[in-house]
């Protein structure tokens, strides 16, 4: 073998080798993006299922005191109607409190309801956004697209009108609940 044929055999092999490392990284990198892909799939599930259960007990506990409140008030107010108080009597006063307390709890219970089905809507833009991201088998694996920074947009915005709505159902309920201490 001369000198010039080694070489190219030593030229050959080096190319060999390097294509075969280039080839090894790319199924290294291939491992690494699908393990941060399903790591990325288990966090959105598990941050999914928290935010649901949290957002769904938290109105699950306004719906039932609001709901709770307003059918105290209607009990309270039938006990009141069948006791025919008189309307110059100082106990006529506490069906107009009780009436103001139910419309309180009403206007809370609703408002309620609005913010369930606003929760509803937060998750699942969040959802899209998430699955609106592109894969990559390239650092950082996961990349956001012009959808899922729009349903990223959508959600949080929405998730602010939420918060607000969660908020005023609480405020009602504290306006009901200081109506009828006014009474006691």
Same mark, same amino acid.
């Not at 008030?73 to 009141?80: D, K």
């Not at 006529?92 to 089905?117: F, N, P």
């Given at each position: 073998?001369?000198?010039?044929?080694?070489?190219?055999?030593?030229?050959?092999?080096?190319?060999?080798?390097?294509?075969?490392?280039?080839?090894?990284?790319?199924?290294?990198?291939?491992?690494?993006?699908?393990?941060?892909?399903?790591?990325?799939?288990?966090?959105?599930?598990? =941050? =999914?299922?928290?935010?649901?259960?949290?957002? $769904?007990?938290?109105?699950?506990?306004?719906?039932?005191?609001?709901?709770?409140?307003?059918?105290? =008030?209607?009990?309270?107010?039938?006990?009141?109607?069948?006791?025919?108080?008189?309307?110059? $009597?100082?106990?006529?006063?506490?069906?107009?409190?009780?009436?103001?307390?139910?419309?309180?709890?009403?206007?809370?219970?609703?408002?309620? =309801?609005?913010?369930?089905?606003?929760?509803?809507?937060?998750?699942?833009?969040?959802?899209?956004?998430?699955?609106?991201?592109?894969?990559?088998?390239?650092?950082?694996?996961?990349?956001?697209?012009?959808?899922?920074?729009?349903?990223?947009?959508?959600?949080?915005?929405?998730?602010?009108?939420?918060?607000?709505?969660?908020?005023?159902?609480?405020?009602?309920?504290?306006?009901?609940?200081?109506?009828?201490?006014?009474?006691?």
């Amino acid at each position: 073998m001369t000198g010039d044929e080694e070489l190219r055999a030593w030229a050959k092999d080096a190319r060999r080798r390097h294509d075969d490392r280039k080839k090894e990284e790319a199924a290294r990198n291939e491992d690494y993006a699908k393990r941060t892909w399903s790591q990325s799939d288990q966090l959105h599930g598990d =941050l =999914l299922r928290a935010s649901l259960e949290s957002a $769904s007990r938290a109105l699950q506990a306004l719906v039932l005191v609001n709901g709770g409140a307003a059918v105290a =008030l209607v009990a309270f107010l039938g006990s009141l109607a069948a006791a025919n108080i008189p309307a110059n $009597s100082p106990r006529a006063a506490y069906i107009g409190y009780a009436a103001e307390a139910l419309v309180w709890s009403g206007k809370g219970l609703m408002i309620a =309801l609005v913010t369930l089905a606003i929760a509803y809507m937060v998750n699942m833009m969040a959802a899209e956004a998430h699955r609106s991201r592109r894969r990559t088998i390239e650092y950082p694996y996961v990349i956001d697209t012009p959808a899922s920074s729009r349903w990223t947009i959508w959600s949080l915005s929405l998730n602010i009108v939420g918060v607000i709505y969660f908020f005023g159902s609480l405020w009602c309920t504290a306006a009901g609940m200081l109506v009828m201490v006014r009474f006691l």
